[in-house]
């Protein structure tokens, strides 16, 4: 919200953003026309800136939305702070009336006009509510605050209604003034209320309700309750609560207003037998108006509401019988005799409808007292007030009855008040300053007036004598005396009266005044029966001497009883506007503004305002804020205040004519002027915070270097001194430690004493922190670990020990099943050839296949052939041919009943492991192997002769598959082989420098290996 980012600005500094969100007082405009006052207004209004000062008034605009402004953050910025320092707000305005009351210890009132539903009642709420947060705080006046706030629903409930133009609409002027001690506390308070509007009790308008507190009773009631009063939950069963047709409003939420009003009546402290005789009445005019007549044959009224005549009566305690004589027949005076004379039905609904009014009306008046008991301060000392006037607007609508006359006569009363107050105020600030009073042309609405309230020749005057004399009076008599009276007033002109042009815009029962805020028509039906406002003899009887009288001239007394009040008052004023007829947020109706502004005298008092000096202010705070403009005043003026101004205005070239110098304060005619010196003093301000900037920035900066230098000495000194203790702590520890450790060393061999436990223990720790860092990695590490002192022989062996198992452990549960099984083979190959071949240590490292060639490798009429047995192992081997020993590659599949050497699609040779009598390798490094096979038969082929580049895992499978590995022998020299059955040759193993295999000159098969590894 505005408000909170500019709540630091003063009301001049926010002249800088005039061009953007209007000015925060009219009477700075340049031109005082009212198509610039609506600009102005226009302009605040769509930043959200509904508050606009015209001097000390404070006009209003009904933003229609929630505005973040009304919170104890604002009400605190704006406490004891003069009234023009901070944007305008409601807040500064009941401030500076609060803080001119305990300066002055005078009285003062704050007025609050417009029409319905511009914001009247919230203002007013407002304006306690501050009071309540910055007035002094005990426990007897937060309870005095409690009963003046929760006044406010109590008296909304009963007074307000529903209207078309707002929900809640109050129905009746209020004036409360709030009464405080010598220190500023609230210790009381009193409500005046006048013309409550009681013919809404029994006749609404389309689209209006009947007072909140029906509504609330029937919607909020607790069962029990209405059991007790005879109602029932439904409005739509009352007369009264539904000639508006709209008993339940969107808007309105009327279990939850019951409540509160509840909870305020028991605040203000009227007992519970009170405010069920509250209740009980209310209840009593649904019923009444629930009475129903009918006509006999005579035409007499007859009341045939039996149910509804018990409930009235045993409600207000009156006899029913008498009640329905009260109702349907009038009691005449004959001579000395009473004659009972009956009703027609019209006349026996008009007097339902009086009874039910004088009711209301003296039960209003019964709840404003119980109100003023409760906050009553029965202290004799002196006190002062603040007052607090919530009246009605002045009022135009397209049918205007005795209501809107009696408010509109009001409205004239208090802007003849406004003005003569206003004038009074310009006059004594100007003598009071020794300034010459121009006078000021404005409308005197005096006329108007007088043309009301005239005795003897006033409207109310001759309404009152048409009420009272003899004879058959009626509206249009009325009406005719009116124009015999004031058939020349300027002011005054009906049908008969006009001009032919006026006269197609006025009906035959209208009279029309001009009123300050323009014309109003005004019809005189009913004029006569709302100003008798009387009951008949034998109903007031009935209705314990209800009082009645002629309501214009009562209100006319009233009004003239309250401007006594306000003359002896020192003013301020809260004009509201609406800001549209349909409550749209946003929305600025410039035609309806336009309007109010006129009826509400707002360019009157700007131009009375404007007259002469458009702004003044006090020397003091004038030349503190413009001193940097003049270097004879910057930055300080030892002289008096008056004297600086002058200088000041002297060096801004102001002309003799723009300006006055009075006894405290400077007066200066134009607003341009002060624009003038505002947008200088606004460039100033720029260079002189560039200059101020600078210089605290370096004296600042040479402060801090100090502060830092100083510290940073005495940070030094300290922890110098801490470094000094700390150093010759530690040596004379490690002095201690020193010795005892020697006297330890020296005595190590003996005993454990105290001399050397503390030794033994460090060369325990010192031991076991090396060999943390220094563990085998690998259960095959033997060497690594470290040699234990003497003291710690026995605990190493145990920790070796312990150490190797979880080596051994993490390495077993390391072991996957894949790997499980390679172990398992390279056992197998460990138990066959360690130690007897060569290059079996080479092999070690080498992991094993599953088979080194695969089933897409060999050819499928091959694995059609052998298709019932499963292939377990294949791997590429050279065949050496028997005769001549020719190498031949060849593919060797291991099944699990036979090894098969094949060459591409042919099976060459099916050796059976059952036939397998044994398999021989040399010692050396070479990979030929030897099958010995039984041959029995002389045709079958002999040992097969094969070299493998895979001997170790070739043979380890076959062992495995063919559980031969007994069956294999390591041979060293030669391998005798038999080619066939009875003939023998043999294999020669020898090394050199080259691998080679060869047929020798003595017919063996020559195996020539490479040189030994050591």
């Known amino acids: 919200m505005y408000l909170v980012v500019q709540g630091q600005l003063d009301m001049e500094g926010a002249l ?56 104890k953050k604002q009400m605190d910025l704006y406490m004891g702070v003069n009234f023009f320092e901070l944007p305008p707000h409601i807040y500064a305005l009941a401030d500076n009336a609060y803080h001119t009351m305990l300066t002055e210890f005078n009285n003062h009132f704050i007025l609050i006009s417009g029409e319905s539903g511009a914001g009247k009642t919230e203002a007013s709420k407002k304006i306690l509510q501050y009071y309540a947060v910055s007035c002094p705080s005990t426990t007897l006046l937060d309870t005095v605050r409690d009963k003046m706030l929760m006044s406010n629903p109590v008296l909304e409930a009963f007074g307000n209604a529903k209207t078309l133009k707002n929900d809640n609409s109050s129905r009746f002027g209020k004036y409360m003034d709030i009464q ?96 069920n ?101 029965t202290n004799s000392t002196r006190k002062t007030v603040i ?45 009071a300053e020794n300034i010459e009073w121009e006078p000021v042309q404005f409308f005197n609405n005096k006329i108007i007036c007088d043309l009301v309230e005239e005795r003897h020749r006033g409207i109310i005057s001759i309404l009152d004598e048409e009420c009272l004399r003899p004879g058959d009076a009626t509206d249009l008599t009325f009406l005719e005396r009116l124009e015999e009276k004031m058939g020349s007033h300027p002011h005054f002109v009906t049908h008969r009266l006009a001009d032919k042009m006026t006269r197609k815009t006025l009906e035959r029962g209208d009279f029309r005044l001009l009123h300050y805020a323009g014309e109003v028509t005004y019809c005189v039906v009913g004029f006569l029966d709302k100003n008798n406002d009387l009951l008949y003899r034998n109903i007031k009887d009935v209705s314990l001497h209800v009082s009645y009288g002629i309501v214009a001239t009562q209100f006319k007394s009233s009004l003239l009883k309250l401007t006594e009040i306000l003359m002896a008052k020192e003013a301020w004023y ?62 300080h003026w030892r002289g008096e205040p008056a004297d ?124 076991l922190n090396r060999l943390k860092d220094k563990l085998p990695k690998t259960v095959l590490d033997k060497t690594t670990w470290l040699t234990p002192p003497a003291v710690m022989t026995e605990t190493s062996e145990l920790l070796r020990k312990i150490h190797s198992r979880l080596l051994v452990r993490r390495y077993v549960r390391g072991i996957t099943p894949q790997k499980k099984a390679q172990l398992q083979l390279k056992v197998i190959t460990s138990n066959i050839f360690k130690g007897k071949k060569d290059s079996y240590p080479q092999s070690i490292a080498q992991p094993f296949e599953k088979t080194r060639i695969s089933d897409q490798d060999i050819n499928v009429k091959v694995l059609q052939m052998i298709r019932n047995e499963q292939i377990k192992y294949s791997v590429p081997v050279i065949k050496y041919d028997r005769n001549g020993f020719k190498p031949r590659p060849r593919q060797l599949i291991l099944t699990q009943t036979a090894a098969y050497v094949v060459e591409e699609a042919k099976i060459k040779q099916r050796v059976l492991y059952t036939s397998l009598k044994g398999i021989s390798v040399s010692n050396l490094s070479d990979g030929i192997i030897v099958f010995h096979i039984t041959c029995e038969d002389p045709k079958q082929k002999g040992d097969l002769v094969m070299q493998c580049d895979h001997l170790f895992e070739f043979l380890t499978k076959l062992s495995a598959i063919a559980n031969k590995q007994n069956a294999i022998k390591v041979v060293q020299g030669s391998i005798k082989i038999e080619i066939q059955a009875g003939k023998e040759s043999a294999v020669d193993f020898t090394t050199g420098q080259e691998p080679m295999v060869y047929k020798g000159k003595n017919g063996h098969l020559m195996v020539v290996s490479g040189p030994r590894l050591n």
């Open 644 to 767: 600086g101004v002058e200088v000041l205005v002297q060096h801004l070239g102001y002309l003799p004519h723009e300006y006055k110098m009075g006894r405290t304060k400077i007066f200066i005619r134009h607003a341009r002027t002060l624009f003038a010196t505002e947008d200088a003093f606004e460039r100033c301000k720029h260079e002189l915070a560039t200059r101020l900037q600078a210089k605290y920035k370096g004296y600042k900066a040479k402060g801090e270097f100090k502060k830092q230098k100083e510290a940073a000495t005495k940070i030094e000194t300290c922890w110098r001194g801490v470094q000094a203790r700390k150093e010759r702590e530690k040596r004379a520890w490690a002095v201690k430690v020193i010795k005892k450790f020697i006297k330890g060393y020296m005595t190590r061999g003996e005993a454990k004493s105290t001399d050397n436990s503390e030794y033994l223990a460090f060369v325990r720790q010192s031991y």
């Open 387 to 431: 007052g607090l006037l919530d009246i009605y607007g002045f009022e135009v609508f397209n049918l205007n009855s005795f209501e809107q006359f009696c408010i509109n006569y009001c409205n004239e009363k208090l802007q003849q008040l406004f003005i003569q107050l206003t004038l009074k105020s310009e006059q004594e600030e100007y003598e």
């Open 277 to 377: 005789h509250l209740f009980e009445i209310i209840a009593s005019v649904l019923h009444l108006g629930n009475f129903h007549f009918e006509s006999n044959s005579k035409g007499q009224a007859i009341l045939n509401s039996n149910a509804e005549l018990r409930w009235f009566s045993s409600l207000l305690g009156v006899n029913a019988e008498t009640l329905r004589k009260g109702l349907t027949f009038r009691w005449i005076e004959v001579k000395k005799d009473e004659v009972l004379s009956p009703f027609t039905t019209d006349h026996a609904i008009y007097a339902r409808d009086a009874l039910a009014k004088a009711v209301y009306g003296r039960t209003f008046t019964w709840l404003v007292n119980k109100i003023n008991e409760s906050m009553e301060n």
């Open 574 to 635: 809260v004009r509201c506007l609406k800001s549209n007829e349909s409550k749209q947020p946003g929305k600025f109706d410039e035609a309806l503004i336009r309007h109010q502004v006129k009826y509400l005298g707002l360019m009157e008092h700007l131009r009375v305002r404007r007259a002469g000096f458009a702004y003044r202010r006090r020397y003091d705070v004038f030349l503190q804020r413009y001193k940097p403009l003049c270097p004879a005043t910057w930055p």
């Open 180 to 275: 405080f001690d010598s220190q500023g506390d609230a210790v009381g308070g009193h409500i005046l209320n006048y013309l409550l509007e009681k013919s809404r009790v029994v006749h609404q308008n389309h689209g209006e309700r009947n007072f909140h507190i029906f509504y609330q009773l029937v919607q909020g009631g607790e069962e029990d309750l209405l059991h007790q009063l005879g109602l029932e939950r439904d409005c739509q069963h009352y007369n009264y609560l539904t000639q508006g047709e709209c008993a339940i409003v969107s808007s309105i939420n009327d279990k939850n207003d019951w409540k509160t009003v509840k909870n305020a009546l028991n605040v203000i402290n009227i007992d519970e037998t009170d405010i």
């Open 16 to 71: 800088t953003a005039r061009d953007r969100v209007g000015i925060q007082d009219f009477v700075l405009l340049d031109e005082t026309t009212e198509t610039a006052f609506l600009s102005n207004l226009k302009k605040r209004f769509s930043e959200d800136l509904i508050y606009t000062y015209i001097g000390t008034l404070l006009v209003s605009v009904n933003p229609y939305k929630e505005l973040d402004i009304y919170n």
